[in-house]
């Protein structure tokens, strides 16, 4: 039965993945993608009344209903504090404990003063055997004639910390900080101050007293009283800790959280006015109920009027890259890299909802908009801007002012970096963003009439926001052209420096290779802005797509200069060998150096399939009875699949073949230029380089100039 249910639920699974065929991963990402969103927004209904003390109202705000204002958070604190405090500690007055004490002490009296034994030491027996351990001294003592005549008086003396009270040690009392407690009693609850009531070294001291004012004082009737006070006194008082907590915790629970009402109809705040303590406590109220106030049905159509904004506006982005920059949506792991930088970017700004309006000035929007700008674009880079800041626009309450900084911002952004291409250079940026940060809040805050403390404030978190994007900038962007496997130009420039090991290791072991690359290089880069392309990629490129010669100089032409040919000696096949190994040999060193991946790419497609006509038609004389295979002659590929890499191609062969020419001129090597393009297209080399017909006239057209000028002939002079 389990096994029938399984199957019905892969027979489903199967069914939803055909009818959605190749987007179902698409359709599971924009889901999770939409719920992400949702997480990240902010709590329905926080925002028309987010303002905050200090801000400027941007329009009237009218009571909807009437409402109690809530006090502010550390002014209920306080209260509660004080409420908590003013409770005394409850203090319980023990009467039966109190009924005995009075017994005993009547009831030790009476046996000591009317007792019938003839002798002391019976006497003391029998009173030990009641419970009265006294000893002989402070008997004999008691019963002097003195002491005899004044025994009611002494009861008295005994009777009176008794009665109001005795307490083990007054330090123990927990919360008496105004010194005074409240006492339980069956008659009712009386307050004591810390006078009215005695701890039992008071008591025995208050004996002492007493007892010395009514009779002389000696050493005798101090340890007689201290016997008298340690047999009678025990504390009577009993803290009450139960009874203490229970009334704080009434007493915090019983300050009011509101103070006044709000009538419905009531003007709150006008527009332009500034928001005051007051007025944002209203406000903040209000917020809170009209949170807790939405139906159900309020709730869903916030959410669907959120998440249709949001499918709008991503609507745009994928529009876009599907039109445009389609290779992304076709390499769905770099459109995922930047999908998830969205989200962190959105997510870290939302922990700034919750702060001063002022500080949503320290999004640094133009962060990513100078990183998209060189790695995809200004326009790609515009509209991922564009996506963001309405989002965020829309996160923090349709906030115009919020949407136009960080538009411009990123637009500032976008531009500084144009033409850039060394990270010295980025002080440009800096400078351009930070006085378009500091313009865009000075602006925006003084026409909202802000306080000019809050402006400086906020133009100075606009110069903050251009500094921390562009060390932002420095710092992260090789993560990003190495998760995007995208090259920026600044990269490109750091690696066209001819002083690199490499390039210098080059020009040493393989000097004609070598001058061939920076020829080939010359070729390129026209090439490539003759059609619109990388120029500085198909240069640097072209510097480093014959590395791979440098294991075996010798065995290439260019490097042949005064010694024989080694090739003379090998048979064609071993010869195609050598050659095509030093495409496989680039790709090796240039992955031990750390070239990026898209120069990488072109040293390997810049041969193609192409065939090695010299050494096939060797073999082909040598070996004219067998028919020859011209795979071995062929390089392995892949052929070009970009025009950049096309471009290298084409000038790597134009520039090889025109040193074979017998006196050069310019009508050869036009005729030339066509010859190798016509041969690379009509052997299906350039299929899949994107290179159209009018790219290809215009290629061999830039092609031109540069030979002619490479080869123009001197006058001899006699």
């Known amino acids: 039965m389990r096994d029938i249910q399984t199957k019905r639920k892969n027979d489903f699974r199967r069914v939803i993945r055909k009818i959605l065929g190749k987007n179902f991963s698409i359709v599971i990402k924009l889901i999770l993608i939409f719920f992400l969103l949702n997480v990240i927004y902010p709590k329905p209904g926080s925002f028309f009344t987010s303002m905050r003390e200090g801000d400027i109202a941007q329009q009237d705000i009218i009571a909807p209903f009437t409402f109690p204002v809530k006090k502010d958070p550390e002014e209920i604190k306080r209260e509660r504090k004080k409420a908590i405090e003013s409770v005394l500690p409850v203090v ?49 003592f008691l019963l002097r004639p003195e002491i005899r005549e004044k025994r009611e008086k002494l009861k008295e003396i005994l009777f009176q910390p008794i009665e109001k009270g005795i307490i ?43 007892t010395f004012s009514y009779i002389k004082r000696d050493e005798e009737i101090i340890k007689a009283m201290d016997e008298v006070t340690i047999l009678f006194y025990t504390p009577n008082l009993r803290i009450n800790v139960e009874e203490t907590e229970k009334r704080r915790k009434e007493a915090s629970a019983s300050v009011s959280e509101t103070k006044g009402l709000v009538l419905k109809g009531e003007m709150i705040v006008r527009a332009h006015d500034q928001i005051t303590k007051q007025i944002a406590l209203k406000l903040n109220s209000l917020n809170e109920i009209v949170g807790q106030k939405k139906s159900i049905l309020e709730n869903i159509f916030l959410r669907l009027g959120l998440n249709i904004l949001l499918l709008l506006l991503l609507f745009v982005l994928y529009f876009y890259i599907i039109k445009y920059k389609n290779y992304l949506w076709r390499e769905s792991e770099k459109l995922l890299m930047i999908e998830i930088v969205m989200l962190i970017f959105l997510y870290l700004a939302s922990l700034l909802f919750k702060l001063e309006h002022i500080f949503l000035f320290l999004i640094p929007l133009s962060f990513l908009a100078m990183v998209f700008t060189m790695l995809f674009g200004e326009i790609f880079s515009m509209v991922i801007c564009f996506v963001l800041a309405s989002i965020l626009a829309i996160f923090t309450g349709m906030r115009f002012p919020v949407f136009i900084f960080l538009m411009v911002s990123s637009i500032a952004g976008i531009f500084s970096v144009k033409g850039i291409n060394r990270r010295a250079k980025l002080y440009k940026a800096l400078f351009i963003i930070s006085v378009t940060n500091m313009l865009l809040v000075f602006g925006i805050e003084s026409f909202s009439r802000t306080p000019i403390f809050s402006i400086l404030m906020g133009t100075s978190f606009g110069f903050i926001n251009a500094v921390v994007s562009v060390f932002l900038l420095v710092g992260l962007l090789p993560l990003f052209e190495k998760f995007t496997e995208t090259t920026t130009d600044i990269t490109l420039f750091e690696w066209s420096d001819l002083n690199l090991p490499l390039l210098k290791k080059l020009s040493v072991t393989a ?60 048979t064609p096949q ?33 041969h193609g399939s192409s065939l090695i006509v010299p050494f096939f038609e060797k073999a082909k004389k040598q070996n004219h009875k067998e028919k020859v295979d011209e795979s071995q002659f062929r390089y392995p590929g892949p052929s070009p699949s970009t025009k950049e ?58 092609f031109l100039p540069i030979l002619v000028g490479m080869y123009h002939l001197r006058v001899e002079y006699p």
């Open 92 to 140: 319980d007055y023990d009467e039966d404990k109190t009924q005995d004490l009075v017994k005993k002490i009547e009831n030790f009296f009476v046996i000591l003063f009317e007792r019938k034994e003839k002798t002391l030491d019976k006497s003391l027996k029998n009173m030990a055997d009641d419970g009265y351990n006294i000893s002989k001294n402070t008997v004999t």
């Open 168 to 210: 083990y040690d007054k330090s123990r009392i927990p919360y008496m900080k105004e010194k005074r407690i409240s006492v339980r009693k069956s008659s009712g609850e009386i307050i004591y101050s810390s006078k009215d009531f005695y701890s039992l070294d008071e008591a025995k001291d208050l004996i002492k007293n007493k």
């Open 511 to 570: 000097p004609g290779t070598y001058n061939h690359s920076i020829i080939v290089g010359n070729l390129a880069e026209a090439a490539a802005e003759s059609i619109g392309v990388d120029s500085i990629l198909t240069r640097v490129a072209s510097y480093y797509h014959d590395i791979g010669k440098m294991l075996k100089s010798e065995y290439f032409i260019e490097n042949q200069m005064g010694i024989k040919n080694p090739h003379n000696k090998l």
């Open 574 to 606: 071993l010869s195609c060998i050598i050659l095509i190994s030093h495409v496989k040999e680039g790709i090796e060193i240039a992955q031990r150096a750390g070239l990026p991946n898209e120069i990488i790419k072109i040293i390997r497609e810049h």
């Open 645 to 702: 890499s096309g471009i290298v191609m084409l000038a790597d062969s134009v520039e090889a073949a025109s040193r074979s020419l017998e006196e050069p001129n310019a009508k050869r090597l036009k005729s030339l230029i066509n010859e190798i393009i016509e041969e690379r297209f009509r052997d299906g080399q350039l299929n899949n380089s994107q290179l159209t017909l009018v790219d290809l006239k215009k290629i061999g057209e830039s």
